[in-house]
């Protein structure tokens, strides 16, 4: 079999019909409507999606520039706290609506409604302004999932402070580089926090790098674990801030081009990128993301399922889930502590109905077994959707006949600021695997590595063709940077960096980075196709392919697995697999199982961390966003035999 029947067979899977009962003709009719707008003039699709806000000063331009150079809504002023909490805790139909119910990993729970939200939000808003924080100024969060990294944000996008959320695996080296580099005026941070069991000290950390982070003038702490930890003469205890502000601030308006936060990104680079999102445009694209891939309406509770570190949980949650008026379900903790059934614990007590993860969280169920799953059958369940990692065919197919509900696969990028293509939930067919098709308001095109376009079938770079609001707007102090690594090479371009394929049904397939591409004798192998074929063994749960270098072949696949029972025989029955299926030149070079794969925690598998493992025998690269450091001394033991 050669690359291109690989590839066929890889996006052959059936169209799978939307059944009756998840239909929503209203929403049809609604999304008919939007496409229309979109096929007349995205720019009038997101005049729609404006109308949608409250404005404190009207706009009078839809969009003007090209990709690289931008501008949405000139001449109005918004404020997204104001369309995320205000608005809806001043209609007295929604201020009693849970907003964010929350948990701890101990089991401690709280839940706020709009009405208690906005209160507090105001607090933190009126005790960060007397400490001097003013718009423009940068503000760190540097917290898990708690209710209070719902009001630091929002107490900022108060004030007109920027933003930067810290990841709370973070080490002391990360947080200081990131501060120093968003040159952060005050920080808000959790005492410790519960992870596995265990408390993580996240002040005893940001103490250690305040001094590599000059900028660095005020710490508010929340006390997490209740232990009332001592205060140095620039800290000061959050609920203590609440309580002295009561007055709170006042909204600020802004222009929708200004800088709204800024998210660091992780990778081989040494120098940490800050990519920048906007203030109007980040609130209505994630506003109609919400509303598309997921449509909560009055009742469901919307479990975001995913680290605030992760950018997803911003979209998701924070900004686009809260301007959409939803209630938010918020764990802390790790998903199978204490026991694999707090995924399904999460869901019973707090009745959540649409659910959204990694795929890795569904590999994680499935490991865990049918019996566990028949045990808790989440009745009020109706919707699983997915992101951050390709969803393979096999996880699809399990968690659609084990759960029984609709499960959207969806694709973006930190960059991107939302995800673009899926299939609108309650409205289109699904097929597994598949990131369906653009929503409105996105536009793309696949090309060959010399910008030509490619037709159906064919697989070649993604890129997209025309701006759109959640678009990153520049790398923090180095715009260059920002026009070289996203529109360098293909000019009036936004380079994903990602390989793709569309199928005859015009559906996406989006095949991972190009950079994990890799060239075997002469052939390129997208490693998801090998993967996606590794993955149908019936024992294994998880798989991961790197390419390593070869002195004959140029480059050759490895495949790391884990597997649910016995693992004897595995890696020669997977060898063979893929050679049946895909040909001799992608049969892994090696299989190796594991018991652990390295993850972030929001459960994306860190391959280049694995391929360091197999080429040097340690991670060299960055770590910082490595959940389980334990996971690479169980790699490498794998890896040695």
């Known amino acids: ?20 009962r998840w239909r929503s003709p209203a929403r049809a009719a609604e999304l008919a409507d939007a496409r229309a707008r979109h096929d007349a003039d995205p720019d009038d699709y997101w005049a729609w999606v404006a109308e949608q806000h409250r404005w404190l000063t009207p706009w009078h331009t839809v969009r003007s520039g090209e990709l690289g150079d931008f501008r949405y809504f000139e001449g109005g002023r918004i404020n997204v706290a104001d369309n995320c909490v ?47 924080i003013r718009q423009g100024d940068v503000v760190a969060v540097y917290m898990p999932n708690l209710v209070e990294a719902f009001t630091a944000i929002h107490a900022c996008n108060r004030i007109g402070a920027i933003y930067t959320v810290l990841f709370s695996g973070f080490g ?67 609920a203590a ?6 007055e709170g601030a006042p909204i600020v308006a802004l222009d929708p081009n200004e800088a709204a936060f800024l998210i660091f990104t992780s990778g081989t680079e040494s120098r940490p990128k800050g990519v920048v999102h906007s203030v109007g445009g980040f609130l209505l694209g994630t506003w109609a993301n ?43 903790g790790a998903l199978d502590t204490p026991s694999p059934s707090r995924f399904y614990d999460v869901c019973e007590r707090h009745g959540v109905t649409q659910v959204l993860c990694a795929p890795t969280v569904l590999r994680m169920l499935r490991k865990f077994g049918d019996d566990l799953a028949a045990s808790h059958p989440l009745p009020r369940l109706q919707l699983i959707t997915v992101q951050g990692e390709p969803l393979d065919g096999e996880t699809f197919t399990w968690t659609t006949e084990t759960f029984g509900v609709p499960v ?22 699904l097929k597994a695997g598949s990131t369906g098709t653009p929503v409105p308001g996105h536009a793309f095109a696949i090309v060959d590595d010399e910008g030509t ?50 199928d005859d049904d015009g559906h996406l397939w989006v095949l991972g980075r190009a ?85 972030t925690r929001t459960g994306k598998i860190m391959r280049r961390l694995m391929r360091e493992i197999l080429l040097h025998g340690e991670a060299r690269s960055d770590t910082s966003a490595l959940e389980d450091p334990g996971s690479l001394k169980a790699l490498a033991a794998a890896v040695r035999g």
């Open 1 to 20: 079999m050669d690359d291109r029947d690989a590839l066929t067979t890889l996006i052959s899977a059936p169209r799978r019909p939307l059944e009756e």
């Open 86 to 132: 205000d608005r809806w805790a001043e209609d007295p139909a929604t201020a009693d609506r849970p907003a964010v119910v929350w948990e701890g990993e101990p089991g401690d729970t709280r839940t706020l409604t709009y009405a208690q939200l906005a209160d507090e939000v105001n607090r933190l808003a009126g005790g960060l302004r007397a400490l001097g």
């Open 172 to 238: 002391r080296d990360a947080v200081a580089s990131r501060l120093a580099a968003a040159r952060a005026k005050a920080v808000v941070v959790a005492d410790a926090i519960h992870r596995r069991g265990k408390a993580v000290r996240l002040l005893e950390t940001l103490r250690a790098a305040r001094s590599d982070a000059p900028t660095v003038e005020h710490v508010v702490v929340v006390d997490r674990t209740g232990n009332g930890v001592p205060l140095h003469a620039d800290e000061v205890g959050y």
């Open 241 to 246: 801030l609440l309580a002295e502000h009561p």
């Open 290 to 332: 919400v509303h598309w891939q997921a449509g909560p309406v009055e009742g469901d509770v919307y479990w975001v399922a995913a680290d605030v570190g992760w950018l997803t949980f911003p979209i998701q949650a924070v900004i686009g889930g809260l301007a959409d008026g939803a209630t938010i379900a918020c764990y802390e």
């Open 408 to 429: 959207v696969n969806a694709y973006g990028q930190t960059e991107t600021g939302s995800t673009w293509t899926y299939p609108v939930t309650g409205v289109d067919d």
């Open 453 to 502: 376009e490619v037709p159906a079938g064919t697989k070649g770079n993604l890129v997209l063709t025309r701006p759109f609001p959640t678009l990153a707007r520049t790398v923090w102090d180095d715009h260059e940077r920002y026009l070289s690594t996203y529109f360098g090479r293909f000019p009036g371009r936004y380079a994903t960096n990602d390989e793709a394929v569309v």
């Open 515 to 599: 950079d994990d591409v890799i060239n075997v004798a002469a052939h390129r192998l997208s490693t998801m196709e090998i993967e996606a074929v590794v993955g149908t063994h019936p024992k294994v749960v998880e798989a991961a392919v790197v390419g390593v270098p070869d002195a004959t072949k140029g480059t050759v696949p490895v495949a790391f697995v884990t597997v649910a029972g016995d693992a004897e025989g595995v890696a020669d029955e997977v060898r063979t697999l893929v050679g049946d299926t895909i040909g001799g030149l992608a049969r892994p070079d090696r299989v190796i199982v594991t018991p652990a794969m390295p993850k």
